[in-house]
């Protein structure tokens, strides 16, 4: 971590980022430490929440389409 960027708070990238590696389960150490000194728990909360959302939303879509219920 740079001198810069320790006191800075987290992009929506780099929140989103850590949410979808965290979907995964692949999140690296680094970046784990990192969400932990600057990241704010609301902001993952509310991005896991519409990323789940957002996954549900493709999935019903896609199995509407394919059983033709679109």
Do not use: C, Y
């Amino acid at each position: 971590m740079t001198e810069d960027s320790a006191g800075k708070p987290l992009t929506f990238l780099e929140v989103a980022g850590s949410v979808l590696a965290a979907f995964l389960g692949v999140q690296s150490r680094e970046n784990k430490i990192r969400d932990f000194t600057r990241g704010n728990a609301i902001h993952f909360i509310l991005t896991g929440v519409l990323l789940t959302a957002a996954f549900v939303g493709v999935i019903v879509a896609v199995v509407a389409s394919v059983t033709g219920g679109l």
